[in-house]
């Protein structure tokens, strides 16, 4: 295991020196948090997640001596101080992805998840109280999506209250077990493991071992089986374990995690194509996936994980090193997508998930060791 996560850790270190170098090129002046980041593709500032997760990246570089910059603990402050600037009045992590120019941004708890990390990360470790800020805001947000009855649902929308989405829950979990982890305030707590027993409640309910991407609230089927949407609830699952305090729910979700996690193995070794495992036009094969990797690592007491996390994160590695470099991380041209619409994904995007999610996984290997 020691040679495995040196072997992870290495990697690491060297995609984030390239991704900081990326991210330090994206970098303007601000007036009102000295430094700001650009996605170029998108036309605008950066999103407020994919800011969080560049600024979570070049603190991870930090750590290592990626003294590039001498200031780099001003600029990861001043990305965090941005975002939280950028945060609406209910909480909510505004996206500018795939929306009309000019219309308001979406509001998805996707993207209060996919930065809790990072919020945690940069409070916690980076002592910035401003993401302590943002992540206790992201929490009201969440309070406002909670199904009225049903505990452990939140809707991914404010507009898509018809159905559960599985992520999403995990999303919601991972970032109130994290604001607990900050706070101390145990309702947060109680909450994130309303999400786990939900989550336990419904895998294998249509087929074993699967939870679908989203259900109607009658129980049936509202989008199929997803690898990377399950490696999702995976990966962002273990935040919620990470602070569970009733060790017979933890005990019980860690080994849905596990058996979640083998179908997703069977997945990769089945070689199953694209379509029988991805039902989402916009979804990613499992070696391009951010997801799919920070579960896998997160599960690293699973033999299979290690050696498919490895796989994953060497063919990345080998991709960015080579000729490709950032290019790799270019999004494919979707023909489903609306052309009146901004890009369902960005190349700032892609590197900054990338970037957030190594980083994740980094500071868990560090943390957990």
């Known amino acids: ?10 990697m690491s270190r060297t995609l984030l020196k390239i991704f900081n170098e990326y991210f330090q090129s994206q970098l303007i002046e601000s007036s009102e948090t000295k430094f700001d980041i650009k996605d170029e ?11 969080l997760e560049a600024a979570l990246s070049i603190y991870a570089g930090s750590l290592f001596n990626d003294n590039s910059r001498k200031d780099t603990l001003d600029i990861v402050e001043s990305l965090v101080k941005s975002a939280h600037l950028r945060q609406h009045e209910d909480g909510a992590l505004g996206q500018p992805f795939y929306i009309i120019p000019g219309e308001k941004e ?3 708890i996707a993207e209060i998840g996919a930065s809790a990390d990072a919020l945690y990360y940069l409070y916690k470790s980076g002592k910035i109280d401003a993401a302590k800020d ?3 805001g992201t929490a009201s947000f969440l309070d406002k999506m909670k199904h009225p009855e049903v505990k452990g649902v939140y ?3 404010p507009d898509a209250i018809e159905h ?3 992520n999403g829950d995990a999303y ?7 604001t607990y982890q900050v706070t101390g305030d145990k309702k947060y707590h109680d909450l994130a493991a309303d999400v786990a027993a939900h989550l336990i409640k419904r895998f294998g309910v249509h087929t074993k071992d699967w939870w679908p991407y989203s259900e109607f609230f009658d129980g049936s089927v509202n989008v199929g089986n997803s690898l990377g949407y399950q490696a999702t609830i995976i990966a962002f699952g273990h935040d919620i374990l990470s602070g569970i305090e009733d060790e017979a729910l933890k005990k019980e979700f860690s080994n ?10 069977d997945c990769i070794e089945e070689d199953l194509s694209f379509k029988q495992v991805e039902p989402v036009w916009w979804g990613s094969p499992w070696n391009r996936s951010a997801e799919v990797l920070l579960a896998l690592i997160k599960q690293r007491h699973q033999e299979k994980a290690r050696k498919y996390a490895t796989v994953q994160l060497t063919e990345i590695t080998e991709n960015v090193l080579g000729q490709e470099g950032i290019s790799y991380f270019i999004p494919p041209k979707k023909d489903e997508a609306d052309p009146n619409r901004t890009p369902v994904s960005t190349t700032f995007r892609k590197v900054a998930t990338m970037a957030g999610i190594i980083s994740y996984a980094y500071l868990d290997l560090l943390e957990r060791e």
């Not at 295991?1 to 290495?10: D, G, H, P, T, Y």
């Not at 998108?42 to 800011?51: F, P, Q, V």
């Not at 919601?172 to 994290?178: E, I, Y």
């Open 1 to 10: 295991m020691v040679e495995w996560q040196n072997q992870i850790k290495a």
């Open 134 to 136: 943002v992540l206790i």
């Open 155 to 157: 809707y991914k929308r």
């Open 106 to 108: 979406t509001k998805d």
């Open 256 to 265: 849905v995690l596990d058996l979640a996690m083998l179908k997703i193995i």
């Open 164 to 166: 559960d989405v599985l």
């Open 172 to 178: 919601a979990g991972a970032s109130l077990m994290r």
């Open 41 to 51: 593709m998108l036309g605008a500032m950066a999103s407020s997640c994919t800011t």
